[in-house]
């Protein structure tokens, strides 16, 4: 597989620092399942983020630290993940362990050709996931973002503003960014999408259909 779109190295290393929401932790733990580059740069940042904290001088905690640590130990855990007894996800290739953990809802459509099917982010998250699969030679109906919007493509391909996209790519939508993609002919196309906001469609047909949709 040739990979030849990457997450930027902001969004990265913000994956290494922790800081990224559930939603978009789980777009990039997705790439970086098939991305080696990625990978190596993820674990240089991990590295670098311990050596740092090795070298910081010892600090004295306060008075009754201890003690709390050890009654909130007693607390019920209530942000654990949540383990689905059996994966609903088994049959999406290209899904990381973290993806496929989760609850997901059933494949509904959205448009000629296309079905999305929600995933369930186990944690409070401002970015929601789903899988959208389009059909060969689907051209998907123009739309832009109020927000970010980041695609993972796990089988399939499409080219958009003459770029093609095909597995272990990521796409990255910004704000009012026009999309308007065509689906390659040969197989299905399944992405994994992670998007904050909401999706706005364009043209009078969008526009009629802009109420029904809700991804
Ligand atoms: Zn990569």
């Known amino acids: 597989m040739t990979i030849h779109h990457h997450p930027s190295d902001v969004m990265l290393a913000a994956f290494a620092a922790g800081t990224l929401d559930p939603g978009e932790r789980m777009a990039i733990a997705t790439h970086l399942s098939t991305c080696a580059r990625c990978r190596a740069f993820v674990d240089d940042m991990e590295y670098v983020g311990g050596v740092m904290l090795d070298d910081l001088p010892p600090a004295a905690m306060p008075a009754g630290s201890l003690a709390e640590v050890m009654e909130r130990l007693d607390e019920p855990a209530s942000r654990t993940i949540q383990v689905a007894p059996s994966s609903d996800l088994d049959d999406v290739p290209g899904l990381p362990d973290l993806v496929r953990r989760c609850r997901a809802g059933d494949w ?94 364009s043209g009078l047909l969008g526009q009629l259909m802009q109420p029904f949709v809700r991804m």
């Open 108 to 201: 509904k459509w959205i448009a000629p050709g296309v079905h999305v099917r929600p995933i369930i982010v186990p944690e409070d998250s401002p970015t929601r996931v789903f899988l959208l699969k389009a059909a060969p030679g689907t051209r998907v109906m123009q739309h832009s973002h109020t927000d970010l919007e980041m695609t993972c493509v796990l089988t399939g391909a499409y080219t958009h503003d003459g770029t093609r996209y095909g597995p272990g790519d990521f796409d990255i939508g910004e704000e009012d960014d026009d999309h308007k993609p065509l689906v390659e002919q040969g197989e299905d196309c399944i992405c994994l999408v992670a998007m904050r906001g909401d999706i706005r469609l």
